[in-house]
């Protein structure tokens, strides 16, 4: 079993809907939990990131962490073409020990 | 955000040559830098962790011999892919860790071996 488990997709949404996405992890130790963004090409780009569980906004992106589940959530709301990209979740007990998942592509379709 | 360079952003090389890769932190200094290889469509695999002014600690696989790291100062390491060959090629990205376990990463260096 991987430490992190992330659905590559594809996943294919028009625009305007609301874009869930999911990632489980099996060492309970995590206590950092980031999402990135990369575009084709491109370096990963921080998009989010949480200490423990609960949830952070930061305009249409949500992230949610239940440590209690092993789960963690990226919720994009009002999905434009421009977020199509590849979305990685991290996470890590502490600063030099980050495990990502395999990504996660979406496209938006306008 | 913090700012991480790489240079150069793509490089074309003979196989047998060695090739130098930058990673620079802009804006902060950075004692822990990352190296990670992406093959296309897969995450990144973590090569290995760099520390100013000690030796790199490579991941289990990586050849240390092959891939040379240097973390000279706060602000820059190198990777050094030695006698690259065509199966080198790939997609290779740094990380600097910017505090609060956050890391910011560089734009990415795409290596063709011919």
């Known amino acids: 079993q991987k430490e992190v488990e992330q659905d590559p997709g594809p996943l294919s949404v028009p625009e305007g809907a609301i874009v869930s996405l999911n990632c489980t992890y099996s060492?309970?130790?995590?206590?950092?939990f980031m999402w990135y963004r990369q575009y084709s090409r491109k370096g990963p780009e921080l998009l989010m990131y949480t200490y423990s569980s609960g949830n952070k906004e930061d305009g249409r992106f949500t992230a949610q962490v239940d440590k209690s589940s092993k789960y963690i959530s990226l919720f994009i709301r009002d999905s434009q073409p421009s977020d199509s990209a590849t979305y990685l979740c991290a996470m890590s007990v502490g600063s030099n020990d980050m495990r990502f998942g395999a990504g996660t592509r979406l496209t938006v379709k306008p | 955000g913090a700012v991480v360079s790489q240079h150069p952003s793509w490089v074309i090389c003979k196989s047998g040559t060695s090739v130098k890769i930058e990673c620079r932190s802009l804006d902060f200094q950075a004692t822990t830098m990352f190296w990670y290889r992406q093959f296309p469509k897969q995450s990144l695999m973590l090569m290995a962790t760099s520390n100013e002014g000690s030796k790199a600690t490579y991941e289990q696989g990586v050849e240390k011999d092959k891939f040379l790291i240097n973390h000279a100062s706060l602000t820059l390491s190198t990777l050094t892919v030695t006698s690259a060959h065509p199966e080198d090629s790939s997609f290779y990205i740094c990380?600097?860790?910017?505090?609060?376990?956050?890391?910011?990463f560089g734009p990415g260096t795409r290596l063709t071996v011919l």
């Open positions: 060492n309970s130790a995590f206590q950092y």
């Open positions: 990380s600097a860790w910017a505090g609060a376990s956050s890391q910011y």
